[in-house]
C-alpha cells in the first residue's frame, strides 16, 4: 500500500514553479533598481546625467549614464504633475510621488480567482470520491470497495447462529479446509469452489459466512452485488480483478458477494441489455474460472432470487455448491429466540416455547425484532422484566402492525367490524383442521386493518390436503357473511378477504391439480418479473382460452361451494354470532376460550370437536 506521505501531486509543482516566478520578479524589481524622489530626478536631469528613461502612467524608469559607488545604475520614480513640480522646485522643497502597490494587486486579481476556481473544483471531487468510497479519487476508481474484516474483528462464531443446523453442517466442511488444507490436499480432494447460500430474506445468510469466517480465523473480505456497477463503463470489471488480487495476497481467506442477483442476473434479458452489468458479470465468470481453489480463497455469496441467476454461475466449477438456509421450524424459532434473549430479562424462559408455536412462517430478523419489541415494550410500561403479555403483543405487531389508536371508528362501523371478525372466527371453530382461534380484535392497526383474528397452528405444517384448503377459503368468507346474516348488505371490509380467497383458489386449479374436470395437469407458469416485462400484453401461451374459461369456472365453483357452506353455519348459530360480537364490542378484545365459553352456554354444535382442536396455544 503506498504511503500517504509519498503521494504526489502536480498541484505542488505548479505551485512552487509559480512562487519561484514570482520572488524572481520581486526581487530583480526591489534589488536592482533603486527609487529615488522626482525632485532628483528633475536635477538629474538639469545635470545631463540620464542616458535613457521608459515613461509610463505613473513611473518613470531609467538608466544613469555615472552611477555612483554605492548606487545602482537602475533607477525608477513616481511621477509628479508637472504644474505641481515647478511650484514645489520654485520653493527648493524636495518631493516625490507615491502610487498603491499596483503589482500586487495586478498579481492578486488574476491568482486568487484561478486558486479559488482550482480550489472549490478540487473539493469537489473529492467529495464525490468519498461519496463513491474512493478515498484515492480517480486513480482509485477501479479499486474494490470491498470491506476487510481480519481475525481480530470477526468475533461472530456458529455459537452466535441458530435455527440453521443443517447449513451449520454443510459448512463445517469449508472451515476445517480453510484450517488444515493438508488433510483435504492428502488425498487429491478440492474444495468446492464457491458456495452460493439460497434462502428467504432475513434468514442469517449473512451472518453465516462471517460466522463461516470466524470459527476459521481468517480475513472475510464483504462486498454487496450492486456495489460492482457504475456509472463509468469498465470499473465494475476492474473492481472484480482487484478484489480478487487482494483475496490472494491475503489467503485464505473467504470473499463474500450479498446480493449476488444485482450482479448476475442472466444475460441477454429483457428489451435491453445492460452491458456494464454484463461485462462485470464476465470478469467474475473468467476469475472464478482462473485461481485455484487450493490457494485457499473460497468465494461465498447469498441471494433470494436463484431463479434469475446466470446459468453461467450455477455450472461445476463456479458456484458447484448450494446451501439451503431456510425459514426454521418450531425447534429452530425457539433457539433463535433464546440467542437473541440472552441480553433480555425474562419473567419466565418457558415462555419463549410458547412465542415459539405462535411464530410458524418467522425468518431470524423477524424473531430477533420480536424480541426487540418485547423489551420496549416493557421498558414503557415501566417492567424490570419482559413478560409474556409483551411477547405476545410483539407478535401482533410484526404481523399486523402498531395499534392505530387514534383512528376512531363510528358506532356502525364497530358493530361491523365486531361482527365480521366473529364471523370468521365461528367458521374456523366450526370446521375440523383449522388453525385455534387465539385472539379476536376490533381495534386497528396496521395500515388498512380496522380488526383482525388472529389464528396460531398446534404446530409447523408442510402439506395441505384439498379440504383443509377448502377450510381456509370458508374461514375467510366467514365475516363478508356474517355482514350479510346482520345487516342485509356487504361493505368494502372483505376486500382483502376475498383477494386471499380467490388465491387460494386459484393455486387449487393450476398449480395443485385439485380439479376433477381439469384433472392432474399444472397450468401454473413462472410469471416474468416486473424489470423484464416488455411491456407487451401477457397472454395463456400454456393454454388455450377455452382451458382458461374452464379453469374460471372451476375457481368459482370452489368459492360458490365454500359460500354456501359458511353460510349454512353462521345462519345456524346467528344467536352466538350476536352474543359473541356485542361481547367483542364491550370489550374489544375476547380470546379464544372466551368465545369457546359463549358457545357452550348456548349449547352450540360448535363445541363438538376434539378437545385438542380447540386448545388455545
Known amino acids: 500500500m503506498i504511503n500517504k506521505k509519498m503521494k504526489f501531486s502536480i498541484w505542488y509543482v505548479f505551485v512552487a514553479v509559480w512562487g519561484v516566478l514570482l520572488l524572481h520578479r520581486l526581487w530583480i524589481e526591489t534589488a536592482q533598481i533603486e527609487q529615488i524622489p522626482y525632485s532628483q530626478f528633475e536635477t538629474y536631469l538639469n545635470e545631463g546625467r540620464i542616458a535613457e528613461v521608459q515613461v509610463s502612467q505613473d513611473y518613470i524608469q531609467g538608466k544613469l549614464k555615472d552611477p555612483q559607488e554605492g548606487h545602482p545604475q537602475q533607477f525608477v520614480t513616481i511621477r509628479v504633475p508637472p504644474e505641481l513640480a515647478d511650484k514645489l522646485a520654485a520653493h527648493q522643497v524636495q518631493f516625490s510621488g507615491e502610487v498603491e502597490n499596483t503589482l500586487l494587486h495586478e498579481v492578486l486579481s488574476w491568482v486568487l480567482p484561478v486558486l479559488l476556481f482550482f480550489g472549490i473544483w478540487i473539493i469537489l471531487m473529492r467529495r464525490f470520491a468519498q461519496r463513491d468510497g474512493l478515498g484515492g479519487g480517480f486513480m482509485a476508481i477501479g479499486k474494490s470497495k470491498a470491506k476487510i474484516y481480519m481475525e481480530k474483528e470477526v468475533k461472530v462464531s456458529f455459537a452466535d447462529v441458530a435455527g440453521v443446523d443443517e447449513a451449520k453442517i454443510e459448512l463445517q466442511e469449508i472451515i476445517e479446509f480453510l484450517k488444515t488444507p493438508e488433510k483435504f490436499r492428502r488425498l ?149 429466540l433464546r440467542l437473541h ?138 365475516g363478508r357473511i356474517a355482514e350479510e346474516l346482520i345487516f342485509q348488505e356487504v361493505s368494502t371490509g372483505a376486500r382483502d378477504d376475498l383477494l386471499k380467497a380467490t388465491d387460494i383458489a386459484k393455486s387449487m386449479i393450476k398449480a395443485y391439480g385439485m380439479s376433477e374436470k381439469l384433472g392432474q395437469i399444472n397450468f401454473d407458469r413462472d410469471h416474468q418479473p ?77 363445541t363438538q370437536r376434539r378437545e385438542d382442536d380447540i386448545t388455545v396455544h
Not at 463509468?232 to 450479498?258: M, Y
Not at 449476488?260 to 465468470?285: C, F, S, V, W, Y
Open 188 to 336: 487429491g480432494g478440492k474444495i468446492p469452489k464457491g458456495i452460493l447460500l439460497i434462502g428467504p430474506p432475513g434468514t442469517g445468510k449473512t451472518l453465516l459466512a462471517r460466522a463461516v469466517a470466524g470459527e476459521a480465523g481468517v480475513p472475510f473480505f464483504s462486498i454487496s452485488g450492486s456495489e460492482f456497477v457504475e456509472m463509468f463503463v469498465g470499473v465494475g470489471a476492474a473492481r472484480v480483478r482487484d478484489l480478487f488480487v487482494q483475496a490472494k495476497e491475503k489467503a485464505p481467506c473467504i470473499i463474500f458477494i450479498d446480493e449476488l442477483d444485482a450482479l448476475g442476473k442472466a444475460r441477454g434479458m429483457g428489451p435491453i441489455g445492460h452491458e456494464e452489468r454484463e461485462q462485470t458479470l464476465n470478469q467474475l465468470l473468467v476469475e472464478l474460472d482462473g485461481f485455484d481453489a487450493r490457494s485457499g480463497v473460497i468465494l461465498m455469496a447469498a441471494t433470494n432470487r436463484p431463479e434469475i441467476l446466470d446459468p453461467a454461475l450455477l455450472r461445476a466449477g463456479r458456484f458447484d455448491r448450494q446451501v439451503l438456509v431456510d425459514r426454521p421450524d418450531k425447534i429452530g424459532r425457539l433457539a433463535i
Open 341 to 478: 434473549a440472552r441480553e433480555v430479562p425474562l419473567v419466565n424462559l418457558a415462555d419463549l416455547e410458547m412465542v415459539a408455536a405462535m411464530t410458524p412462517g418467522f425468518a431470524g430478523a423477524d424473531l430477533a425484532n420480536l424480541v426487540n419489541e418485547a423489551a420496549l415494550l416493557a421498558v414503557r410500561r415501566g417492567k424490570e422484566q419482559v413478560g409474556l403479555s409483551e411477547l405476545q403483543e410483539a407478535v401482533e405487531r410484526v404481523i399486523a402492525g402498531l395499534e392505530k389508536k387514534n383512528r376512531v371508528l363510528n358506532k356502525h362501523e364497530k358493530e361491523r367490524v365486531a361482527h365480521h371478525e366473529v364471523g370468521h372466527a365461528l367458521v374456523a371453530v366450526a370446521l375440523p383442521g383449522a388453525d385455534p382461534i387465539q385472539k379476536i380484535s376490533i381495534i386497528p392497526r396496521g395500515v388498512a386493518a380496522l380488526g383482525y383474528t388472529l389464528q396460531f397452528p398446534t404446530e409447523d405444517r408442510f402439506l395441505m390436503t384439498k379440504s383443509e384448503l377448502e377450510n381456509k377459503i370458508a374461514v375467510l368468507l366467514g
Open 530 to 606: 416486473f424489470f423484464l416485462q416488455t411491456g407487451q400484453p401477457q397472454t395463456n401461451g400454456d393454454y388455450s382460452e377455452e382451458t382458461a374459461r374452464e379453469i374460471d369456472c372451476e375457481v368459482r365453483r370452489i368459492i360458490d361451494g365454500q359460500y354456501v357452506r359458511a353460510r349454512a353455519l353462521l345462519s345456524a348459530q346467528q344467536e352466538i354470532l350476536r352474543e359473541a360480537a356485542t361481547a367483542l364490542l364491550n370489550k374489544e378484545v375476547i380470546t379464544g376460550e372466551e368465545l369457546k365459553a359463549i358457545a357452550d352456554r348456548a349449547n352450540s354444535p360448535l
